[in-house]
Structure formats: C-alpha cells, structure tokens
C-alpha cells in the first residue's frame, strides 16, 4: 500500500485538482508513496474502501483504490 496523488491530466505534477488515495497493490507489488504509476490499457482505478490515518494537521480520510 502507498499514499499517492490521483491526477486528472496524466503526469502532471502541477495539477491543482490532484487527490490523495491510498493506492492498495497486489501481495507480492512493491509500492512506495507518491509512487508515479501508469494505468494499463483496458484496466481502471477502482474505489474498494477508504483509509484514515492521523497526520501533523488531524484525522485525514481518503479513498482506497485497487487498479482492476
């Protein structure tokens, strides 16, 4: 699992409309955070759950993906 930026304009790093996701790999993946990842064609991100953790700044929420 790895904390990362969703984008909507592929690899770019000034998107201001980025979101945090916990993106959630297969058992034998390597993933580190802010991993910059490319979606395979015919496969998708998909929403399974969501995942809280405490930061400096509170209790954040965000998504929890899987690419299917």
């Given at each position: 699992m790895a904390l990362t930026h969703a984008k909507?304009?592929?690899n770019s790093i000034y998107d201001p409309n980025k979101i945090l996701v916990l993106l959630v790999g297969e058992?034998?993946?390597?993933?580190?955070?802010?991993?910059?990842i490319g979606i395979p064609k015919g496969k998708c991100?998909?929403?399974?759950?969501?995942?809280?953790?405490?930061?400096k700044m509170g209790l954040k929420t965000v998504s929890?993906?899987?690419i299917k």
């Amino acid at each position: 699992m790895a904390l990362t930026h969703a984008k909507s304009i592929p690899n770019s790093i000034y998107d201001p409309n980025k979101i945090l996701v916990l993106l959630v790999g297969e058992e034998n993946s390597n993933l580190y955070d802010d991993l910059k990842i490319g979606i395979p064609k015919g496969k998708c991100v998909k929403q399974i759950g969501i995942y809280q953790y405490e930061s400096k700044m509170g209790l954040k929420t965000v998504s929890a993906v899987t690419i299917k």
